[in-house]
């Protein structure tokens, strides 16, 4: 699988152009995307315009930016100025923004191109982009299965090569979750890291954009990219930013990985899943690291802590969908009120709905200090439980998710099994901390397996160099089981 740097270097040399590049993207979307549906809009003629100007500026002999010519995909909850950004729902089917997210904003100067916006679950509350107001999206590996979500198209996009790579959010493991499930790298940076200025906010403590990719280099090169200061953000940190890929290559020799046990005592934990990631383990032995048993006690109280406060945030977010700014706006009716409710009930689709009622409920007065302040108090013990394991070891080890990609439909009737799918990924983004999903395995149905590695606050440097190390030695995707979509 060619990285950036590799695709950066024949554009250089002349043995690809651009537009090529381009071209071949959007054929194979013409080709394929019918069985997967990983996007909702395809960018062609702006995407071929911007291909055709970054050839003529190589030919020209301009020195031109890191990314000048690779093919992005976006998901579709990140603002693209004068392209629909949906959410994938019907409250914002018809919305296009005026301004661009800085992130996306970050990549264009970079160089980057965007091929076109990615299917996720309705408003990024999902774990299977199967809540999609347009249409599921399908695993690129076995299309009766799921890609994971809420950042499923993404990471289908990605695996199955219709981009060069992607972003996505991640508020409770939805960048890493797909990422698991689709047999690709995904990268949730530490809470600030990153701006959020532009992303259709979900919860707003706990929303962070990052990247897919196929391979650990290339994630790194795009949070090089993305990451950093953003004054239109409050949120984001003022820390300057590392070289996130000089260190990839450095041995990691004397690092202690910590295993966290109450992770592998999960009831529901998948055999093939479980022997996949202590099998990682023993390969991050091999390369010099000293494997430690971790115990964070509360770690498995995340996903409680999680659905108290990310539905309480939704319904202060969603709020301000009432039909009357912006957004979807029922005229069946003539007065206000009625016109709020039949526009959020028509805009909104189950899970959306279901989630907001959750979230205005633990808000509601007489609730609001048994749930949301009590979830707030246990989110800061989880943290605590991170920040006492970090004092013994240089990074956590646990699976991505107990299960590899179940089967579609599944889960749709049973919202808690959907949700337990996260419970794995939900820690990292409660304490804000950095944490990277990368094939390990596969199971005895040929399904990938995800490897989840948590560092430390702005630790991102030693989390991708620890990937990389592992990445390069394990060389899993070289062992993969054939897929039509994965290996033409």
Same mark, same amino acid.
């Given at each position: ?57 190589? &030919?020209?002999?301009? @020195?031109?930016?890191?990314? =000048? %010519?690779?093919? #992005?995909?976006? *998901?579709? /909850? +990140? ?21 661009? &997210?800085?992130?996306? @904003?970050?990549?264009?100067? =970079? %160089?980057?191109? #965007?091929?076109? *916006?990615? /299917? +996720? ?31 499923? %198209? ?7 090569? +219709? ?326």
């Amino acid at each position: 699988m060619q990285t950036i740097a590799q695709w950066r270097q024949k554009l250089i040399k002349g043995e690809v152009s651009s537009l090529e590049l381009v071209n071949e993207k959007i054929s194979r979307i013409e080709k394929i995307d019918s069985f997967i549906h990983s996007y909702l809009y395809v960018n062609q003629d702006k995407a071929r315009m911007a291909a055709s100007k970054i050839d003529e500026a190589r &030919s020209a002999g301009e @020195e031109l930016p890191p990314l =000048a %010519g690779i093919p #992005l995909a976006i *998901k579709d /909850n +990140l603002c693209t100025q004068g392209i629909p950004t949906t959410c994938s729902s019907r409250m914002l089917e018809s919305f296009v923004p005026p301004y661009e &997210s800085t992130v996306t @904003e970050r990549l264009w100067r =970079a %160089g980057g191109i #965007l091929i076109g *916006k990615t /299917n +996720l679950d309705e408003f990024a509350m999902g774990s299977s982009t199967e809540s999609s107001a347009f249409g599921a999206t399908s695993n690129p590996w076995n299309i009766s299965r799921v890609p994971g979500g809420s950042s499923g %198209g993404s990471a289908a996009a990605v695996a199955s090569k +219709l981009c060069t790579a992607s972003l996505g959010s991640d508020t409770g493991g939805s960048i890493r979750q797909p990422a698991s499930f689709c047999g690709v790298v995904g990268l949730k940076p530490t809470y600030g890291r990153v701006s959020r200025w532009g992303l259709i906010a979900f919860a707003s403590s706990l929303d962070q954009v990052g990247p897919f990719s196929n391979n650990v280099a290339d994630a790194a090169e795009l949070l090089q990219v993305i990451a950093g200061k953003d004054y239109k953000d409050s949120t984001s940190l003022d820390v300057p930013v590392p070289n996130y890929i000089e260190n990839l290559a450095t041995p990691i020799s004397g690092m202690k990985v910590g295993l966290i046990k109450e992770c592998f005592d999960q009831e529901g934990l998948d055999v093939d899943v479980k022997g996949s990631v202590l099998k990682a383990a023993d390969s991050l032995q091999s390369l010099g690291a000293e494997l430690v048993e971790i115990s964070c006690p509360r770690f498995n109280d995340g996903i409680a802590t999680y659905y108290v406060i990310a539905p309480s945030e939704a319904s202060a977010n969603l709020a301000r969908y009432d039909g009357v700014k912006y957004g979807y706006r029922s005229e069946e009716v003539d007065d206000l009120a009625s016109m709020t409710a039949v526009s959020r009930a028509k805009g909104f689709g189950s899970e959306v709905q279901r989630r907001i009622l959750i979230g205005t409920y633990a808000l509601s007065a007489g609730y609001v200090d048994a749930f949301y302040r009590k979830a707030q108090q246990v989110r800061t013990l989880i943290r605590r439980d991170f920040e006492n394991a970090f004092k013994k070891v240089d990074i956590l080890l646990t699976p991505t998710s107990p299960t590899t990609a179940f089967k579609s439909g599944a889960n749709q009737d049973d919202p808690l099994a959907m949700y337990l799918s996260d419970l794995l990924t939900i820690p990292a983004n409660l304490a804000g901390l950095p944490s990277i999903s990368l094939p390990c395995g596969f199971d005895s149905s040929g399904l990938p397996i995800g490897l989840q590695l948590i560092a430390n606050v702005l630790e991102e440097p030693r989390l991708l160099q620890i990937a990389h190390q592992y990445e390069q030695f394990a060389e899993i995707m070289k062992s993969a089981p054939n897929c039509e979509f994965t290996n033409p």
